[in-house]
């Protein structure tokens, strides 16, 4: 399963934004890339170690609001077999 969070402030480095999602997820984080950030279409995927479809739409509910440098996330989980497509661009 992957996970994708969308609406990172443009003021969390790479290394913010990793560290907050390893920290909220704890061993459920196996991997978290980070793409556009400093930017205002930055996302992160994150790769799960999760196999069961619904333990990542549990996952994305609780990380879903969190904020991060006072701003709420929002997130979606993704199923292997399926390309994490990045969160639509902000006009």
Aim: with cysteine.
């Amino acid at each position: 399963m992957n996970l994708i969070v969308w609406n990172i402030p443009e003021t969390c480095s790479e290394q913010d934004v990793r560290e907050f999602l390893e920290h909220e997820l704890g061993h459920y984080a196996k991997t978290v890339t980070v793409f556009e950030q400093g930017t205002s279409n930055a996302y992160a995927n994150v790769e799960l170690n999760a196999e069961v479809p619904y333990v990542g739409d549990v996952i994305a509910q609780q990380v879903h609001g969190k904020m991060l440098c006072g701003v709420a996330l929002q997130a979606s989980a993704t199923p292997f077999n399926e390309n994490p497509a990045p969160p639509p661009k902000s006009v």
